[in-house]
């Protein structure tokens, strides 16, 4: 079983950067997807970014070219680079990872989750 735990979040202007991290316990991260999802008030969790065990990545639209998605397997922590943010950016981000799975845009298809890192994004 593994334990994630996100940080990094704040508030920032829009067009400003801000770096979160997905730090992992219990497990290596080297065997697990890890993906990082969304979620704003009054609105459906939605995927943002993946990094595959096999280091594939993917990006939602909405973020692609302004989000980067790397691992870290010496750190055993995943990071997401968020530049030129939005206030439509605004949301609790989540990390979340799955034992050597595809990657999946689906929720429910995730076991683990951390906790969320609040990401506030002004005009």
């Known amino acids: 079983q593994v334990q994630l735990v996100e940080s990094g979040g704040g508030l920032v202007q829009a067009g400003g950067s801000l770096r979160l991290s997905c730090a992992a316990s219990g497990r290596t991260i080297n065997n697990y997807s890890i993906h990082w999802f969304r979620q704003a008030p009054g609105k459906e969790r939605e995927f943002v970014a993946a990094?595959?065990?096999?280091?594939?990545?993917s990006y939602a639209d909405s973020v692609e070219g302004r989000f980067t998605i790397s691992r870290d397997n010496t750190k055993n922590t995943i990071n997401l680079q968020m530049n030129s943010l939005k206030p439509e950016d605004t949301a609790l981000y989540f990390c979340?990872?799955?034992?050597?799975?595809?990657?999946?845009?689906?929720?429910?298809?995730?076991?683990?989750w951390g906790q969320g890192t609040q990401v506030t994004v002004s005009s």
């Open positions: 990094t595959a065990w096999t280091s594939f990545t």
């Open positions: 979340a990872a799955r034992w050597r799975g595809a990657v999946s845009r689906v929720p429910s298809d995730f076991a683990y």
